[in-house]
């Protein structure tokens, strides 16, 4: 789907894009702005099959959910967040998308929210306990790295209560914590079906993991092939390998 005219933007905000250019993102031009992470994870959750009805946890400016529904994945998305103005902001991304009569976003901390019916449930959540590192003055930045009023285990319980039976749990989170990662996913009452690991350039340790939780009986986990951003060398000046830019590139529509 294409852009619909001009983003309706408030002072302080920026339009970006991803998906080459064909997604609309509004965002602040200070403070929390996405990464390649919930790209990262809407490609990973699409991979695993269709979904009616997907709600991403945490959901910020609505990056990881739009990219769903642009990929196909998805026929309708509800995104949950603490922050009033990151879900103004996916709102009005969703709109200038042409998303809007299929999302809904609610404003809230998960622990005080009713499960959402779903067969995909996604979150890319903050991953630094609190008194680790530095906290951010700006609020929006300190919320979404470091865990304040989302953990892992929270996203991890709110999926299990809020999927069907074979409905699946995706989650994008580091990977020198996924001892921690698949606890949570376990003790929640998921089974882990599906991980791969995503390494900056061969050779080195992974930094990230992508996780998918079942409900429901599963068998033995699925560990896919790495996946390696950026080349070792490149004679063109490539940032990023040829899988990596085909994620980050056209959206493939997978939904039949």
Same mark, same amino acid.
């Given at each position: 789907? %294409?852009?619909?005219?001009?983003?309706?933007?408030?002072?302080? /905000?920026?339009?970006?894009?991803?998906?080459?250019?064909?997604?609309?993102?509004?965002?602040?031009?200070?403070?929390?702005?996405?990464?390649?992470?919930?790209?990262?994870?809407?490609?990973?959750?699409? +991979?695993?099959?269709?979904?009616?009805?997907?709600?991403?946890?945490? $959901?910020?400016?609505?990056?990881?959910?739009?990219?769903?529904?642009?990929?196909?994945?998805?026929?309708?998305?509800?995104?949950?967040?603490?922050?009033?103005?990151?879900?103004?902001?996916?709102?009005? =991304?969703?709109?200038?998308?042409?998303?809007?009569?299929?999302?809904?976003?609610?404003?809230?901390?998960? +622990?005080?929210?009713? *499960?959402? /019916?779903?067969?995909l449930?996604?979150?890319?959540?903050?991953?630094? *306990?609190?008194?680790?590192?530095?906290?951010?003055?700006?609020?929006?930045? %300190?919320?979404?790295r470091? /865990?304040?009023?989302?953990?892992?285990?929270? $996203?991890? =319980?709110?999926? $299990?209560?809020?999927?069907?039976?074979?409905?699946?749990?995706?989650?994008v989170? *580091?990977?020198?914590?996924?001892? +921690?990662?698949?606890?949570?996913?376990?003790?929640?009452?998921?089974?882990?079906s599906?991980?791969?690991?995503?390494?900056?350039?061969?050779?080195? /340790?992974?930094?990230l993991?992508?996780?998918?939780?079942?409900?429901?009986?599963?068998?033995?986990?699925?560990?896919?092939a790495?996946?390696?951003?950026?080349?070792?060398?490149?004679?063109t000046?490539?940032?990023?390998?040829?899988?990596?830019?085909?994620?980050?590139?056209?959206?493939?529509?997978?939904?039949?």
């Amino acid at each position: 789907m %294409a852009l619909m005219g001009e983003p309706s933007l408030m002072e302080g /905000e920026s339009a970006d894009t991803a998906l080459g250019g064909t997604l609309g993102i509004i965002q602040p031009v200070k403070g929390y702005r996405f990464s390649i992470d919930p790209l990262l994870l809407a490609d990973f959750a699409s +991979r695993g099959g269709n979904a009616r009805q997907a709600v991403d946890l945490g $959901c910020g400016s609505g990056v990881a959910g739009l990219a769903l529904l642009h990929l196909g994945a998805a026929n309708r998305l509800t995104g949950i967040d603490i922050q009033p103005e990151a879900v103004d902001r996916a709102i009005r =991304s969703a709109n200038w998308n042409g998303y809007g009569s299929r999302t809904k976003f609610l404003i809230g901390d998960i +622990r005080d929210i009713e *499960p959402v /019916e779903a067969d995909l449930v996604i979150a890319n959540p903050p991953y630094m *306990p609190l008194g680790r590192g530095r906290l951010n003055s700006d609020k929006s930045v %300190a919320i979404s790295r470091h /865990e304040i009023t989302l953990t892992v285990e929270k $996203c991890c =319980s709110f999926a $299990c209560a809020s999927l069907t039976v074979g409905g699946r749990f995706c989650i994008v989170f *580091p990977a020198n914590q996924e001892k +921690r990662l698949i606890g949570a996913i376990e003790y929640a009452g998921l089974n882990l079906s599906r991980f791969r690991r995503v390494y900056g350039r061969e050779g080195e /340790e992974p930094f990230l993991l992508l996780g998918e939780g079942l409900k429901g009986e599963g068998g033995e986990a699925i560990e896919e092939a790495p996946l390696i951003l950026h080349p070792l060398l490149s004679a063109t000046g490539e940032k990023y390998t040829k899988e990596t830019m085909a994620i980050l590139g056209a959206p493939r529509n997978v939904l039949s």
